[in-house]
């Protein structure tokens, strides 16, 4: 078989595969039904070690939750929540916060942290029969900061592990050792610091803070401000009186001066006419 012979079968035997091929993406579509496309596969799933894995799992979480319900209800409300956190009813949880305040406009605040997963089971018993006011969520991205911190604690790592090799040398001097022995202290001290901090972010990326504030409805928080206005009447009015007297003594030898003044004004102008008559 000649060379040019060999070159034409070559080439009709590759524009039969192209057309099986082309035919064969012909067909495929119609597979599904007719004329209809292929579903776009899904997006895989962000893990661990993606980019979109790593800024969701360094936002750190806050929110803030208003609670609406009768004013002798707030206080067993917030109790029966700071229990349910203590005892872990949603999870682990740790009471950050807790304030009250009673009289005519009373109202609580209750903070914690909290698994992720218990937050809305913690809100759904603070709001329990009641009505949910406000509320917020903020968060805060930590992902420079847990990079900066790792990056510094691998480099507080690598700088002790250089100054341990140089302290198990035999020819160091003792005021070689003694300085060694310094760096090593501060090293490890400066590596302390960091890694608290790095534990203060992860505590921050796998829990989140919730704020619960307490409040009775907007009518009961009027009437009870007019009660209180009324109550106050008489301090009020004496801190008025007392406030007037003040200002009447402070006044009193203003006015005795000026009176005086008049007077002499008027006494000299008197005398000025008489000699000019």
Not at 77 to 84: E, G, I, P, W
């Amino acid at each position: 078989m000649t060379y040019a012979s060999t070159r034409w079968m070559g080439a009709a035997l590759l524009a039969l595969a192209l057309a099986a091929c082309s035919h064969q993406g012909q067909q495929e579509p119609a597979a599904g039904g007719s004329g209809a496309f292929a579903p776009a596969p899904a997006a895989p799933r962000a893990r661990s070690g993606d980019a979109g894995g790593d800024m969701q799992a360094m936002l750190a979480y806050e929110h803030q939750v208003g609670v609406v319900l009768p004013a002798d209800e707030i206080e067993p409300r917030m109790q029966a929540a700071k229990a349910a956190c203590e005892n872990g009813r949603f999870g682990a949880c740790v009471v950050l916060d807790a304030r009250t305040r009673s009289g005519d406009r009373p109202n609580a605040s209750l903070g914690m942290r909290i698994v992720p997963a218990g937050v809305e089971p913690m809100i759904a018993l603070a709001a329990r029969d009641a009505r949910l006011g406000t509320r917020s969520t903020h968060a805060e991205d930590l992902a420079v900061q847990v990079r900066d911190n790792a990056l510094v604690q691998e480099r507080l790592h690598n700088e002790m592990a250089r100054l341990q090799e140089f302290q198990q040398r035999r020819d160091l001097a003792v005021a070689d050792m003694i300085a060694l022995s310094r760096q090593l202290a501060e090293a490890q001290a400066q590596l302390d610091a960091a890694e608290r901090e790095g534990a203060q972010h992860k505590r921050r990326i796998d829990t989140q803070k919730l704020t619960l504030d307490f409040s009775p409805p907007s009518a009961e928080s009027g009437r009870g401000e007019i009660g209180q206005a009324l109550r106050d009447f008489g301090g009020t009015l004496a801190s008025g009186l007392a406030w007037t007297i003040r200002a009447l003594a402070f006044l009193l030898p203003v006015l005795v001066v000026v009176v005086v003044l008049v007077a002499l004004w008027r006494k000299m102008r008197s005398g000025r006419a008489k000699k000019i008559h």
